[in-house]
């Protein structure tokens, strides 16, 4: 099928078409290699390029991985597909997928760009519930908001800035969902173009009463600004004044900061909370195993492993009765003790 010039703003299939088209040419492959690549046909390829098909899921992630294009084709794919983006939001992705330098602010949700699965869907579910959204449209948002993600890990890596008030760590979803969250940060706050820093609650009336913000620089050099309001969000180019405003109160905000270590610490710290909160049998189903430090006089241990960073502890005597749920420093901490006595012979 002969190729032909495609207005990429006519529809969504044609802008996934055209992106598809740029990606397979910058790699130097024909369609028919493409095709060889992904095990699909090159006259599918054709007219998905052109915009006379829409592109089958499998075959956007193929052709992402095939193309190295760090997921971009699928994140297109789900913006194109979900029609639940406030306005002004298409416009910030694209932004956001080739920008170099992020600093973000945030207040009340974890960013984004860090959330878990778990936490974003129990986010977007609640603004269903509240008839933000339609129901059936849940998904559809939060992966767009997993396929955002990819940015964190393309070569060359954008550096990252981070500030996000401590309200942020509120509960969302639930302990195991916290949980998993707060680890989701860790990973994060350890890549090495990443900053993550919590400003105190502590600061009270110091803490600016801003929307949230992010504020990029394009691979020009250039920096452009994105808010947010509960109707639309906004891509702040021109204004340089405006820009320049939220970027001082980005540097005071983050001067204002915990340091990324003490931020990294309070993380960690909620975790630990987070953990013995967990009301383990009734959040997921696990195998309860006799602990190799239970006494053979009736005094039997039982232990959960395979909760990642934790390990619930119950008596097998009363196993309807009160768990533990031990992050792993306290359980070595826990079975030193019974080694060395202190416990009364347990």
């Not at 013995?276 to 959040?283: G, K, Q, R, T, Y």
């Not at 768990?323 to 901490?333: H, K, N, P, R, T």
Request: proline share 7%; aromatic share 8%.
């Amino acid at each position: 099928m002969p190729q032909r010039e495609v207005d990429p703003t006519s529809s969504p299939n044609a802008a996934i078409g055209v992106q598809l088209r740029r990606f397979r040419k910058a790699r130097g492959l024909t369609q028919i290699e493409l095709g060889r690549r992904t095990n699909y046909s090159d006259s599918l390829i054709s007219m998905i390029e052109n915009g006379d098909r829409p592109a089958p899921l499998n075959l956007v992630r193929r052709c992402d991985k095939e193309l190295d294009t760090c997921e971009a084709l699928e994140l297109l794919y789900w913006t194109a597909k979900s029609s639940t983006l406030i306005g002004g939001f298409v416009s910030f992705i694209e932004y956001e997928r080739k920008a170099t330098a992020f600093k973000v602010y945030e207040l009340n949700v974890i960013p984004g760009l860090l959330q878990t699965r778990a936490y974003a869907s129990a986010i977007v579910s609640a603004e269903a519930r509240r008839g933000e959204i339609p129901g059936d449209k849940v998904s559809e948002r939060v992966n767009v908001r997993m396929a955002r993600q990819a940015v964190l890990y393309q070569e060359p890596a954008p550096s990252i800035r981070i500030v996000m008030e401590e309200s942020c760590l509120r509960p969302v979803g639930g302990p195991f969902v916290m949980a998993e969250q707060l680890r989701r940060l860790e990973n994060v706050a350890s890549l090495p173009h990443v900053m993550l820093q919590i400003a105190p609650s502590s600061l009270g009336e110091n803490l600016p009463s801003l929307l949230p913000f992010t504020l990029l620089t394009s691979p020009s050099g250039a920096w452009m600004a994105y808010l947010e309001t509960i109707q639309r969000g906004y891509v702040e180019r021109e204004n340089q004044d405006n820009i320049h405003s939220l970027a001082r109160t980005y540097d005071w905000l983050q001067a204002q900061a915990l340091s990324c270590a003490d931020s990294l610490a309070l993380i960690r710290t909620r975790l630990k909370e987070f953990h013995a909160m967990f009301p383990i049998a009734a959040s997921r189903p696990v195998s309860w195993l006799k602990s190799s430090y239970s006494s053979g006089g009736g005094n039997c241990i039982e232990v959960a492993p395979g909760i990642p960073g934790i390990l619930p502890v119950r008596d097998s005597k009363d196993p309807d009765g009160p768990q533990l749920a031990f992050d792993m420093d306290a359980w070595q901490s826990f079975v030193a003790g019974i080694k060395s006595g202190d416990f009364g012979g347990i």
